[in-house]
């Protein structure tokens, strides 16, 4: 993160930092290998709380890579940007909308979506940047501050620190499909929880988007085919922002909802249910 705090917009440096992270294997311990779907952990230390306890685990970054045999690089990046589809295929979205453009190659954004009861919705603000090449294909966000989307009472503001997708073509119609996070969802719930529940998470996505990859071409065909503003930036209709009007959202300058009562119910629910 220290490069992106050089300039809110990312820059030639963090999609390097990003490529050398989604194709290391160093410092990287391997959780899944299986039918095309890879998911490794960073194995990094624990990080420290201000009274300099050093047990207190930090939430994971996660990577998983998909192997596409049937889709190419170039739709997959498609589906990862159309938001129009993405109500199509996304069954968790409470609510996705593009707020305003930072660049050419850059917008800043609104995503809600479902959480399991008791649990409360979450939502997040993002800066998203985006570089392609010949053969790849690269999207990166992080949580932002936008002063007139600021945290909703009913939902939990959730923070990226840094996610992003890797898409390399391997054929015409096939590609290494790569996704790296480290996201705080916040509220109560304890840092083990929620990285034991990404690591199951996480690929059950990349399946849905795959998926998506398949159907995308036809139903693309029928709705504005030659609208892809991520690619050609002059269709783009978002107002132009000035990006100093945004800083990076730190997590803990947000409040902790406390959900563990809620959990605590449920609990003590099946418990009841079970005896």
Not at 157 to 162: E, Y
Not at 171 to 184: E, M
Not at 211 to 217: E, H, I, L, V
Not at 221 to 231: F, H, V
């Amino acid at each position: 993160m220290s490069r992106i705090l050089s300039g809110i917009i990312p820059d030639e440096a963090v999609f390097t930092d990003f490529r050398r992270q989604a194709l290391s294997t160093d410092n990287w311990y391997s959780k899944y290998d299986k039918n095309g779907m890879e998911v490794w952990v960073e194995v990094a230390p624990v990080a420290s709380s201000p009274q300099g306890n050093k047990n207190i685990p930090k939430v994971h970054k996660i990577k998983c890579r998909m192997t596409i045999k049937d889709v190419s690089a170039a739709t997959m990046y498609d589906v990862l940007h159309d938001g129009l589809y993405r109500k199509k295929w996304d069954p968790t979205m409470l609510e996705s909308f593009d707020i305003a453009r930072l660049s050419p190659n850059a917008d800043v954004g609104y995503y809600s979506w479902l959480c399991p009861k008791p649990l409360r919705n979450r939502d997040v603000v993002t800066l998203r940047s985006w570089q392609v090449t010949d053969d790849e294909y690269v999207i990166v966000n992080y949580s932002v501050k936008h002063l007139k989307y600021p945290p909703k009472k009913d939902l939990v503001r959730a923070i990226s620190l840094l996610t992003g997708y890797l898409v390399k073509a391997t054929g015409p119609n096939s590609c290494s499909f790569t996704y790296l996070s480290q996201a705080d969802p916040k509220g109560s719930l304890p840092k083990w929880v929620v990285n034991k529940a990404s690591q199951v998470l996480a690929p059950r996505v990349l399946k849905c988007v795959h998926k998506a990859g398949q159907s995308y071409p036809e139903w693309k065909e029928q709705n504005s085919p030659d609208q892809k503003p991520w690619l050609y930036p002059e269709q783009s209709t978002l107002p132009m922002m000035d990006p100093a009007e945004l800083t990076i959202q730190r997590a803990d300058s947000l409040e902790n909802v406390d959900e563990s009562s809620q959990l605590d119910i449920q609990e003590s629910n099946k418990a009841e249910d079970s005896s």
